[in-house]
């Protein structure tokens, strides 16, 4: 299907429908639709709603970032539609104000986000990492020795800080 900038998921925003059958530009232009669609050779100008169903076996042998002894087997299933008469029916078609509202929501969220981005950067606050900040690295080998279960959480603020060399910073402080 050809882009049109007023175009957003098979609907003109003015609520002129381009449902494929005719040119975008004929819309776009305000020439009246044909009373009729006219057929595109082999294809039907109504279609069946019937909603696929498909399933699949496989086994996968890498879970969490890490190789497994066995694979293991495990099977799912999905539906697909055909037509924008199938997402109407099944009610999993938005509206155009839900539409408007995921566009503007996702405007609005990155212009923040790279707003944000340069602030922090012109006033040289940098992001903490495990290789940048003591603290942090502290906390995770912390964390790393309290999920063995072997050691109490004494134990393992002691042995994380004579590990790496590092003290604990005041509890108030952070």
Sequence with gaps: MNYHPRRRFGVFL??????????????????PALDKPRRRRGLKTERENKVKEFSKNTSTQRAYNRNLDTKVPFSFKWKIYESEDELVAAGAQLTLKQQLKVVNAAAKQTARQASLTA?????????PTIENDDQLRLKNMYTVLMSSKRYSEDEAR???SNTLGI??????GD
């Design 158 to 160: 002691e042995l994380a």
């Design 119 to 127: 602030a922090l950067d012109a006033a040289g606050i940098v992001r």
């Design 167 to 172: 003290e604990w910073a005041d509890e108030d």
């Design 14 to 31: 003015d609520g002129a429908c381009c449902n494929g059958l005719e040119s975008w530009y004929s819309v776009a232009a305000g020439i």
